[in-house]
């Protein structure tokens, strides 16, 4: 009688021994998934950071034509990433078109990419609003953030003309004053 319940004893003690393993094995996975730098993690966020070339893209500008940053080589290239629903981006457009005035056609380029999801439908009548010149590229996915690792709009990224990122700018600024264009034509100046 004594051994029956020994026996029964230990097999509910196997029970519970299995259980918890059973359990510290969930919670290592799940801890592994949610891990950041974990092998399981997809969301790939890569390093963008000055001095590093800038990730290449293309995205069709309003016209229907694609642009790709790789046409600019040899130019420096104002990526600026905002969207039509944004305060601090309408704020910063009239600056930009002030800074694309004063530096078109001085090997100097402002490519604006929308990440509205309504696409042109959006973005035209807003650039018509605002007497926007500069192209405006259209990104309706969105997919310029993972690639550019942004954390919200706007953020701009000055590219020399190598194509190295010289500038990270997180939030609006006012892009039309003395130090800008004097920053921006030292860049455009250098071989």
Do not use: H
């Amino acid at each position: 009688m004594e051994e029956k319940g020994v026996r029964t004893a230990d097999k509910r003690s196997l029970k519970y021994i299995i259980f918890f393993v059973f359990i510290i094995i969930v919670v290592a996975i799940v801890i592994l998934l949610q891990g950041k730098d974990s092998f399981f993690n997809t969301s790939y966020k890569p390093m963008v950071k000055v001095g590093l070339p800038a990730p290449t893209f293309t995205f069709p500008g309003l016209d229907g034509k694609k642009v790709s940053l790789n046409d600019f080589k040899g130019k420096v290239v104002f990526v600026n990433i905002w969207a039509t629903w944004c305060p601090p981006c309408r704020e910063e457009m009239p600056s930009m078109e002030k800074l694309y005035q004063e530096l078109k056609g001085k090997d100097f380029e402002i490519l604006a990419v929308s990440i509205d999801a309504l696409g042109a439908t959006a973005v035209a009548p807003f650039m018509k609003e605002y007497k926007l010149s500069f192209p405006a590229l259209l990104d309706p996915e969105g997919t310029i953030k993972n690639l550019y690792g942004t954390t919200g709009v706007p953020e701009s990224f000055v590219i020399g003309k190598e194509g190295i990122i010289e500038e990270i700018v997180i939030g609006p600024r006012d892009w039309a004053t003395p130090e800008v264009f004097r920053f921006l034509r030292n860049m455009i100046q250098k071989s």
